[in-house]
Nanobody, 112 residues
Framework: QVQLVESGGGLVQPGGSLRLSCLASGFTSSFYTMSWYRQAPGKERELVASISSGGGSTIYADSVKGRFTISRGNVKNTVYLQMNSLKPEDTAVYYC?????WGQGTQVTVSS
């Protein structure tokens, strides 16, 4: 069964850090471009970061450049999103995506 499962979300204070994980099953994630999206209440889902199939190319939304890092983990079939210097406007449900497949999402709340 092809599936993506996100984890690692939670409540964090402004300036804090979180690392999100996306575990893929039913396919080899390294063969695909993998992406993180987010959707805040009342807003459209937006691309946060993507990593190419070979891992050599990444792209980021302007709003997260220099703060977030997408990577492929040493654990097979895992993609991470390291989020540093978090801001209240980063509050959203974060989703992992492969073409045509979405995870269920993990909530990130940045608040004091």
């Amino acid at each position: 069964q092809v599936q993506l499962v996100e984890s690692g979300g939670g409540l964090v204070q402004p300036g804090g850090s979180l690392r999100l994980s996306c575990l893929a099953s039913g396919f080899t994630s390294s063969f695909y471009t993998m992406s993180w999206y987010r959707q805040a209440p009342g807003k459209e889902r937006e691309l946060v970061a993507s990593i190419s199939s070979g891992g050599g190319s990444t792209i980021y939304a302007d709003s997260v450049k220099g703060r977030f890092t997408i990577s492929r983990g040493n654990v097979k079939n895992t993609v991470y999103l390291q989020m540093n210097s978090l801001k209240p406007e980063d509050t959203a449900v974060y989703y992992c995506r492969r073409s045509g497949i979405w995870g269920q999402g993990t909530q990130v709340t940045v608040s004091s």
